[in-house]
Structure formats: C-alpha cells, structure tokens
C-alpha cells in the first residue's frame, strides 16, 4: 500500500489498477477478512499508520539522506472512512522517487476494508493538482461501493 500502512490477515485481496490520463497510477484494493472484529482491527491499523505517516516519511527521508520534507494530514472522515494526502520528496522503495502527493482513501464494512490510492508525481503535466476539498464526496462513493460489494459476498 505505502511506507506508513499495509494490510495484514485478510482472507481475500482484489486489486484493481487504473492510469489516468496525465500518467497518474491508481489503485482500488477491496479486502476480505474472516470477521468483523478482524477487518476493523485491520481498518484501525490503516488509519493509525496514516495517522502518524509525517513522523515515518520523515524519518525514511532522514535516512535515505533526502531532505525530510513530508507533510501528510487527514483531509476528510466519516463513519468507518478517511481520506488522507502525503506531499514529500518520495524515496524508492513502495514509492516512486522525487517530488509527489500522494492520496489514500479508506473505507470499513462489515467484514471488508477498501482502500483506494492514487499518486500524483512531478512529470511537468499541465493537469491541476487534485483538489482535496472532494475528498468527503470521494468517501461517500466508496463507503457506497463497499456496502454494494459486501451485499453480494
């Protein structure tokens, strides 16, 4: 997923990829867990690894010897749903190397977690940088997605 978050004990990983026009990667991954009480834990670690991804970019930054520029906040919630963004100076590894933003949505429902993230990278495109005041809108549809998606399972 990225440096600050990663998913562990899921029973079943659907992974969507998608490329936006200005060569942007997106990634919609839909995880399944044995229970309820195993996909919130699953949530909480998430939104606790994002919660706290400045301190740890900064301090990936500090050690590759790049300069520890990250800025990283939540920019919407909900019920069982957070979006967050990351700007920095990306070191290789999870990340592409150089400047970028980085965004990440989370969503819980019953016993599925859905995570959405996309990366805008510094190519020189002339496309606007996303504008975070969609990210509650953003939720809304993927909580929708989710519950949809949990209905059918």
């Given at each position: 997923m990225n440096e600050c978050a990663s998913v562990h004990g899921a029973v079943t990983w659907q992974q969507q990829p998608y490329l936006?026009?200005?060569?942007?990667?997106a990634v919609l991954e839909i995880y399944t867990f044995g229970t309820e009480a195993a996909a919130d834990a699953a949530y909480q670690q998430i939104d606790s690894g994002m919660n706290s991804c400045q301190a740890t970019s900064?301090?990936?930054?500090?050690?590759?010897?790049?300069?520890?520029?990250?800025?990283?906040?939540?920019?919407?919630?909900?019920?069982?749903?957070a979006a967050f963004e990351r700007t920095w100076t990306g070191i290789e590894g999870i990340s592409a190397a150089g400047k970028q933003t980085n965004h990440l949505y989370l969503a819980a429902h019953g016993?599925?977690?859905?995570?959405?993230?996309?990366?805008?990278?510094?190519?020189?495109s002339s496309a606007a940088p996303y504008d975070v005041h969609q990210d509650p809108n953003v939720l809304?549809?993927?909580?929708?997605?989710?519950a949809?998606?949990?209905g059918t399972r």
């Open positions: 936006s026009s200005a060569g942007n990667p900064k301090s990936l930054q500090s050690a590759k010897h790049v300069t520890a520029d990250a800025v990283s906040q939540q920019t919407a919630g909900a019920t069982d749903a016993t599925c977690v859905l995570v959405l993230h996309f990366d805008e990278l510094a190519t020189g809304s549809l993927l909580t929708n997605l989710l949809s998606q949990a």
